[in-house]
């Protein structure tokens, strides 16, 4: 039987050891240090607030004029439980992301991988950025995220474009 009781004591018996509690104030820091860095970068980009999770996602909006106006948005993604960085296409509710779903089932995608109209999927589209990131580089981590986010940025505005 899944007892609660049990799930918490293994929850306070991993934060005792203290690991867990230095690596996500690490991961939230260096977000949190991503998106300023994106948002000084490119000005005309907005930028949302950080969205923390519940431990197994950590994101922020990243969105050109381009893809507002379509009412989409870029979502930087840090999953916790794989340990990777994703970008992903998304709507500003279900309805557009359905429909960006069905428009784009008949476009070549390349690497991307379209998703699926699902309970709890948030994207349309999504990138891989970093796939094994390392946080003790943290400036060549947010260079390499940077890269791939703008690249995904130039790919899906092509794509809208079409």
Same mark, same amino acid.
């Given at each position: ?18 690991? !867990? $509690?230095?690596? &996500?104030?690490?991961? @939230? ?8 860095? =994106?948002?000084?970068?490119? /000005? ?51 309805? !557009? $992301?359905?429909? &960006?779903?069905?428009? @784009? ?8 991988? =379209?998703?699926?109209?699902? /309970? ?43």
């Amino acid at each position: 039987m899944d007892s609660l009781n049990i799930h918490i004591q293994e929850y306070r018996n991993q934060l005792s050891k203290g690991e !867990i $509690q230095k690596a &996500y104030k690490g991961i @939230m820091t260096f977000m949190s240090g991503l998106r300023k860095y =994106l948002e000084g970068r490119y /000005p005309d980009c907005t930028a949302s607030a950080l969205y923390y999770g519940s431990m197994d996602m950590t994101y922020f909006a990243f969105t050109p004029l381009a893809l507002k106006n379509k009412k989409l948005k870029i979502a930087i993604v840090y999953l916790h439980e794989v340990g990777r960085f994703e970008a992903w296409l998304g709507g500003v509710n279900r309805k !557009i $992301q359905a429909d &960006y779903i069905e428009l @784009m089932r008949c476009k070549y995608l390349g690497d991307y991988k =379209l998703s699926q109209v699902l /309970p709890g999927v948030d994207s349309i589209i999504e990138s891989i950025l970093a796939d094994k990131p390392d946080f003790d580089h943290p400036e060549e981590l947010k260079k390499q995220i940077e890269k791939k986010t703008m690249e995904f940025v130039k790919d899906i505005i092509s794509l809208m474009d079409e």
